[in-house]
């Protein structure tokens, strides 16, 4: 395979603008840890609430 035919692997998970359902929340000593999946293209992704934080930080990338 030559290199113009090879894609980085964050490309595929950046086709479109990813809308994220939650599928579990557990809480750990840093705040609570949310595991959330695209509904359009089940990318999968965890992120952060921090407990002063306004919006959770993902602490992953999409993987999908």
């Known amino acids: 395979m030559t290199a113009s035919r090879t894609r980085p692997a964050a490309a595929a998970a950046s086709v479109h603008e990813h809308a994220w359902l939650t ?3 557990h809480a750990t000593s840093e705040g609570r ?3 959330v999946r695209c509904t359009g ?3 999968r ?3 952060r ?3 002063l ?3 959770p930080v ?3 990338r999409a993987i999908g």
Do not use: T
Request: net charge negative; aromatic share 4%; glycine share 0%.
């Open 23 to 25: 599928e579990s929340v």
């Open 33 to 35: 840890v949310r595991y």
């Open 41 to 43: 293209c089940s990318a």
């Open 45 to 47: 992704r965890v992120d």
């Open 49 to 51: 609430e921090h407990p």
């Open 53 to 55: 934080a306004v919006v």
């Open 58 to 60: 993902a602490v992953s």
